[in-house]
């Protein structure tokens, strides 16, 4: 018999352990992070023993669109109905919100579509083993102050479709060598963040109003993880970017499905999207 109930912080470490038996990037900086900005939006499975085998966590983006992520089943245990009910459990935490969304592996996708999600655009998750800064163009971007967190942020609400201010502003707090900015003449050309996970350097989101913005920004960034493994979830919308990451050395590693379940009003600017922050916040 498995249970369902509400995650809590003592229960990080077992979320942390299905990360790894997953081969998933999160720390437990992440999982703070969903635990203090939406204290009553995750839920676990536990099992008669007490054992949690199961994880899913929810975000609120204003009132514009919620977030589905985190769901983990134990390897043991899967197959046996427990990764919907998470599903299931989460959108009734989300029962009253417009619109809900998730990025869906392609396993997962056809579980969504089964929950009433439709297709929204797709990604690509792009890997480096060993990133050569020397492949980089030379870049205008500066490092991200906290001076530009009111125009970028106002900026971001736009092209994202929803205020994730805390989001990046967490970011920013944990990993300030990769939030970075390109201007002209005071007007933003674009951003990107990042951060540090268990596996891998996660670059994320980059956002740019031009193909060249993003690569500037972007190569300023990978600037400072030379002979580090790099993950980027790109979107597909442009060959000519796509085609620029496997130049500089990234391969594609599996593909990604942004998908919706609602109305949508709110769907932000993609051609603005060149990666996202990734599929555990969207």
């Known amino acids: 018999m498995v249970a369902y109930r509400e995650m809590t912080p ?3 470490a077992a979320g942390l352990a299905l ?4 081969g998933w990037n999160q720390t437990s900086r992440d999982w703070e992070f969903f635990m203090r900005i939406n204290p009553m939006g995750s839920q676990v499975a536990v099992e008669e023993s007490g054992m949690v085998v199961g994880t899913v966590a929810t975000l609120r983006y204003s009132d514009h669109f919620s977030w589905i992520s985190m769901v983990l089943v134990d390897p043991a245990m899967q197959r046996q109905g427990i990764g919907i009910q998470l599903l299931r ?7 009253d919100d417009d619109t809900v969304k998730l990025d ?3 396993s997962g996708r056809e579980i969504y579509l089964q929950l009433n999600f439709v297709d929204e655009y797709p990604l690509t998750r792009m890997y480096n083993g060993a990133l050569v800064t020397t492949t980089l163009p030379a870049s205008l971007a500066r490092p991200v102050g906290p001076g530009d967190m009111p125009a970028l942020l106002q900026f971001d609400r ?3 479709g929803a205020d994730r201010g805390n989001v990046l502003e967490w970011l920013v707090e944990g990993a300030p060598q990769y939030a970075f900015l390109l201007e002209d003449h005071g007007y933003i050309i674009g951003y990107c963040f990042g951060r540090q996970g268990y596996h891998f350097t996660h670059i994320g989101p980059v ?3 031009t193909p060249d913005g993003a690569k500037q920004i972007l190569s300023a960034a990978l600037g400072t993880c030379g002979g580090k493994q ?3 979830d790109a979107l597909k919308h442009s060959a000519p970017w796509t085609d620029w990451l496997t130049s500089i050395g990234f391969e594609a590693q599996r593909p990604l499905m942004r998908m919706y379940r609602g109305t949508n009003a709110h769907p932000g600017l993609p051609q603005f999207q060149f990666a996202i922050l990734g599929p555990e916040f969207g």
């Not at 459990?89 to 029962?95: A, N």
């Open 158 to 160: 736009e092209v994202f």
């Open 230 to 232: 790099i993950i980027i």
């Open 207 to 209: 956002v740019s109003r």
């Open 19 to 22: 990360c790894r038996s997953a």
């Open 104 to 106: 869906a592996t392609p």
């Open 10 to 12: 003592e229960d990080i």
């Open 89 to 95: 459990e989460s959108l009734r935490i989300l029962c």
